[in-house]
Nanobody
Framework: VQLQASGGGLVQAGGSLRLSCTAS????????MGWYRQAPGMQRELAAE???????KYADSVKGRFTISRDNAKKTVYLQMNSLKPEDTGVYSC???????????????????WGQGTLVTVSS
């Protein structure tokens, strides 16, 4: 099982980026999915999360600027980031509650399975 994040980069303040995170492997189901971020020297924090049914939750600092969405058929979660600020700079990582299948078909549930991060840098 793997979560592959992409879409990070360098952008000027006020600009936009769209992050994607795709799950692969013998996945039986993807439940809650989220994007977390960690600024230099800071603790990791939740930016946004989305349930399988599409209910969303955002950190106060990104409300009105970021939109999380998902495509269950593509096993992908997105984070559309608009009106970016220098304080949005950091490593963005996706996490998901996953049920996957062992080789013998046994389902295994993992809470907060992490993918690798993608760096977002916002210049002033």
């Amino acid at each position: 099982v793997q979560l592959q994040a992409s879409g990070g980069g360098l952008v000027q303040a006020g600009g936009s980026l769209r992050l994607s995170c795709t799950a692969s492997g013998r996945i039986f189901s993807l439940n809650d999915m989220g994007w977390y971020r960690q600024a230099p020297g800071m603790q990791r924090e939740l930016a946004a999360e989305i349930t399988r049914a599409g209910s969303t939750k955002y950190a106060d600092s990104v409300k009105g600027r970021f939109t999380i969405s998902r495509d269950n058929a593509k096993k992908t979660v997105y984070l559309q980031m608009n009106s970016l600020k220098p304080e949005d700079t950091g490593v963005y990582s996706c996490a998901a509650d996953i049920v996957y299948s062992e080789r013998d078909g046994t389902p295994v549930a993992i809470k907060d399975y992490w993918g690798q991060g993608t760096l977002v840098t916002v210049s002033s």
